[in-house]
Every structure is written in C-alpha cells, then in structure tokens.
C-alpha cells in the first residue's frame, strides 16, 4: 500500500516537471523530454536536416587562428537551435587550445554556429565530426529523435612561422671606438677610509713637528705665546703694531699701555695723569721698579704729545712693548 | 698589437688580440668574462667598444652604464656612451611623455671624482692645521681666518664625496629587439604609445610579474615589455 503510493507520487512529480518545462518552452521548441539529451540541441526537422562543417582558411600555420562554422540547414526552426559547446567536447579540446565563440549568423532557413580556433600541434589536423541529433515531430510514437553527422573535415597545418630578424646595418663606428682604450688594469683608487685617515694622520703629525720645531728655533716663542695666552697682553701688543704705523703715536701708546696695566691688575679708574697712575699702582701692591719705568714712559708719551720731544714714534712703541713683554718678570 | 704590447697592457691579453685583429665579438666575449673577474672603468670601455663594433648595440650601452656605475666621472665612458645613444634609433614622439632618449649625463656624480673631493679635503685640511699651528705659537688673529675657512672646505669636500660615494643611480634595463610597450602584462593588452620601443632603449625597472617587465620611459610613460626582450641576465651585479 506504501510502495503504491510512493509510486503514485513519483509519477506525479515526473509528469508536473515536464508539464512546467513544457510551459517555458514555445511551439518551435522540441518537447521538454528531450532537451536534456547529450548531442540534442533543440532542432526540429521532418527529416531532411543536414548538418556540415566548414573551416577558413584550409591551411593554416601551427600558430594561426581558424575559423570554424557549423552550419545547420533545413531546420524548422533555425533560431531555436542551441550552440554546441566545443570545450565540453574531449575530440576537440584535445585538438585545440583555443576554443572562443565567435556571433552566429543567421540567414534564412540555415543556423551557421562560428568559433575561433587555435591548434596545439602542426602536421595532418583534423577537425572531428559531431553528432547532432534533432526532433522529427511525424515520426512513430518513440523514435521522434533522429540523428545527423557533421562529418570530419582535414586541415593541412604548416609549422609556425618564426620571424626572422631584419638584418640591422652595424652602425658606423666613429674612429676613437676603433682604438683599444689603453690600459684595462685596476688600479688604486683614492678615496677609501683608509686614504681619509692616513691623510688626517699625516697632517696631525706635521703639525705637532711644526710646533715642535718652531718651538726649538724659538726657545724664547715659548714665553712670548705664554704671554699671548694673556688676553690684556695680547690686545696692548695687537695696538701698539698699529700705533706704530701712525705718525704720531703717542696718545695711542699711552692709551694701551694704561689699558693693559688696568686690565693685568684690576685698576678700576687709572687716571690719565701718570701722578694718578702712579698712585692706583703702589695701591696695586706692584714692585717699584716697574713702576717707574711705566710712569716714565708715560711722560714720555705726554711731552712728545703736549712738548719737545727727542723721542720718536718707533722708540716709544718699543719702550712700551719692553715694558709689556717684561712685565711678568720678577724684579 | 705590439703598440699594444708596448703601450698599453705590458703583456696583452686575448681580449686585445682578438681587438687589434678585428674579432670584435670574440674580444667581446672575452672582456665580458673579464669584467666578471675584476671590474674597471678601462675593461668598461674596452667592452662596450668591442660590443658596438661587433653589431650588439644593446649589450655596448649595459657595458657603458656598467662603466659609469664604477666611475661615474669618466669622460671617455660619458662620451662613449653619448655616441652610442646617438646609434640608438629613437623615433621622436610629439607627446612629450611618450619620449625615449635618456637624459644627458651631467649630475653632480658625473662631474666630479670622488679623489677629486679626496684631495681638496686634504688641502682645506692643509689650511687648517697651519692656521692652527700659528694660532697655537705666535697667536696671530689671522690664523683663526685660516682655522676658519680650512674647517669649512673640508667639512664641504667631505660632504660632497660621501654624497658622491652614496646611493649610486640604479642600472636602466637595456632593450635587445624592437618591443612594443603595452598597457598591461600580456601579448592580449593594446599598445600605450603608436611608437615601438627601438633596440638598446634604456628603461628603468618599476616591477615583474610573469614574465613580463614594468618599466618607466625617460619621458615619464609607464608600461610592460616581456622580460626576453630586455637584457638583464649576464650582468655583474655591483
């Protein structure tokens, strides 16, 4: 009882699926039972369909491209037929690379199917036969589905055709290409770090040796960079090769004398008189020697300023840069 | 071959036989092998030379730039190679972004040695220490001018040879046929410009990707070449 309904209900899902294909399907369609068949694409004919292939061009380079065209005649109904698919084909998509379908055309009563082909090998190719079948809606009850060949077609196909390179005309060579360059060798090349430190080094060293030999031609430079090192010092000295350029230095060498005595021992306000700089410097504790010898130069500076004066600008300048150089002297 | 012999290597080499002989591209061969081995602006030369007379103008402008990575100051590459870019049939594009000639070889790299800024640094270096020996005995002013300016020159010069020394100009690919530049890494891409791309064009590499080659033109254009159709291999990385 089961069983026979289980069977009642599977016929009744067969016939309600074939009845809806049916309904999507139009009155130039074959019958929704065969458009699942292999090699069924939808044609209809009473009987004389021919189905043929044919291939431009002929002859082909292994490289080249084909054109392939099914063509299917005397169908009833040309626009409704399906276009095979090659690639699912095993005979041609062994045969080809390239499979692209190309726009059909339609003329008349006649479906022309078009693909474009590339061939995997060259020699004797040929394009295989296909299996069409169709419906023929007047014959017997169970033999409606007939059959046609599209029979094999042979493509002679050439070897690929490799271009040969134009032969380019060597370009002339101008005279200097023609003479070998000479010497080829390596050779050093300055500039590395080594080359950077050797270079500092050696500087370094001849610097210190020209201080050390300037320092044993000049034993008594010592003292006089010592005293350089004394910025009072080095301005009064500085001044006095100027003064010594002017006609009349007296003024100036006084000035930097007094500059450097305030500076070396802190003289707040020296005085200009050589009576008050004596005095601010006894205050300064300086030895009596020196003293003198700065208070007379000063005079001296102020009679050739203010008087007659048998001393020229040279030699006040030398006094005042004795008096300067032997200042740090002990008495 | 003996003014060779005499004058030029001492003993000379297969390379220069095969050269004063006129077997261009057997000295070719043997210079590349040679530059394999020890690198110098001479072999350069020498190479790029032997390449160009013996039909291979691609492979003579990779010597010429091989040449200029070393030394890129050397007048007798610069020159070689402007000849041989003037052998190199550059159509001329009116889109200016579609140009092909390279630019002319006159950077700073180009015009100056790295000995050259080598031996002006050790001259300000010269001025300095003098300036400092005289500061340092007698204490003249002046020598701190002298101080001065020889800190400053060897500052300069030694910045201008590292900048000199670093980051050296990458090597441009070098075409070895006639290419078609395309939009995109397939034979199936429309060209980017009506002009094909002439043999021993000079192109810098942006990527690859299948066998195909992303490359920039001087003029600013970007597009693929097939990695066959350019001269890669066979070049001794510096």
């Known amino acids: 009882m089961c069983a026979t309904g289980k069977r009642v209900f599977l016929l009744f899902v067969l016939f309600s699926s074939v009845a809806s294909a049916q309904d999507e399907l139009d009155a130039n369609d074959a019958p929704a039972i065969f458009q699942n068949r292999e090699h069924f694409y939808n044609a209809i004919s009473t009987g004389n369909l021919t189905v043929t292939w044919s291939a431009t061009p002929k002859e082909i380079a292994a490289d080249g491209e084909l054109l392939l065209t099914l063509s299917v005649a005397n169908a009833q109904n040309p626009q409704r037929i399906r276009k095979p698919n090659l690639r699912s084909i095993p005979a041609f998509a062994e045969r080809f690379r390239e499979i692209v379908d190309v726009p059909d055309e339609m003329p008349n009563a006649v479906a022309n199917f078009r693909y474009r082909l590339r061939l995997r090998r060259s020699g004797e190719v040929e394009i295989p036969g296909l299996r069409f079948d169709y419906f023929h809606p007047n014959a017997p009850e169970g033999r409606e589905v007939n059959t046609k060949y599209a029979a094999a077609i042979s493509l002679n196909v050439r070897e690929a055709v490799v271009p040969v390179p134009p032969v380019l005309p060597r370009p002339t060579a101008p005279e200097r290409f023609l003479v070998w360059p000479g010497d080829i060798s390596p050779r050093f090349q300055f500039g590395g770090l080594g080359a950077w430190l050797g270079a500092l080094i050696t500087i370094t060293i001849l610097t210190v040796g020209w201080v050390r030999i300037w320092r044993v031609r000049n034993p008594d430079g010592v003292r006089l960079a010592n005293l350089r090192r004394n910025r009072a010092a080095r301005l009064a000295l500085d001044g006095l090769a100027r003064a010594e350029r002017i006609p009349e230095p007296a003024a100036l060498v006084a000035k930097h004398l007094r500059d450097f005595l305030a500076d070396r021992h802190d003289l707040h306000n020296p005085g200009t008189v050589p009576m008050d700089i004596e005095r601010e410097l006894r205050t300064a504790t300086v030895p009596e020697l020196k003293i003198a010898n700065a208070v007379k130069l000063f005079r001296a500076c102020d009679e050739a300023r203010f008087g007659y004066c048998a001393d020229d600008a040279h030699s006040l300048v030398l006094a005042a840069r004795g008096i300067i150089l032997n200042w740090e002297e002990p008495v | ?238």
Request: no cysteine; proline share 7%; charged share 20%.
């Open chain 2, 1 to 238: 071959m003996i003014l060779i012999a005499m004058f030029g290597l001492g003993s000379p080499s297969d390379a220069a036989i095969s050269f004063a002989d006129g077997r261009y591209a057997e000295a070719a061969r043997d210079l590349d092998a040679q530059w394999q081995r020890g690198a110098t602006p001479g072999v350069a030369l020498a190479r790029a030379r032997a390449h160009f007379l013996g039909g291979n103008l691609p492979m003579a402008v990779v010597a010429l730039h091989d040449g200029l990575r070393l030394a890129p100051y050397d007048l007798e590459l610069q020159t070689d190679l402007r000849i041989v870019r003037d052998a190199v049939n550059y159509p001329e594009p009116l889109d200016p972004r579609h140009r092909l000639r390279p630019n002319a070889t006159n950077t700073l790299r180009h015009r100056v040695a790295p000995f050259d800024t080598f031996f002006l640094a050790v001259g300000f270096a010269l001025v300095a220490a003098f300036g400092f020996a005289k500061w340092y005995t007698v204490r003249h002013r002046w020598a701190l001018l002298f101080i001065a300016t020889g800190a400053i020159g060897f500052a300069t010069a030694a910045i201008l040879f590292a900048r000199i020394r670093a980051s050296p100009e990458p090597l441009p690919v070098v075409l070895v046929a006639d290419t078609i530049l395309r939009e995109g890494n397939g034979h199936t891409y429309p060209a980017r410009m009506a002009e094909t791309l002439p043999r021993g064009a000079e192109l810098r590499e942006l990527a690859r990707r299948g066998g195909w080659l992303q490359v920039e033109l001087p003029g600013g254009t970007v597009g693929w070449v097939p990695l066959i159709s350019v001269n890669i291999d066979g070049r001794k990385s510096m």
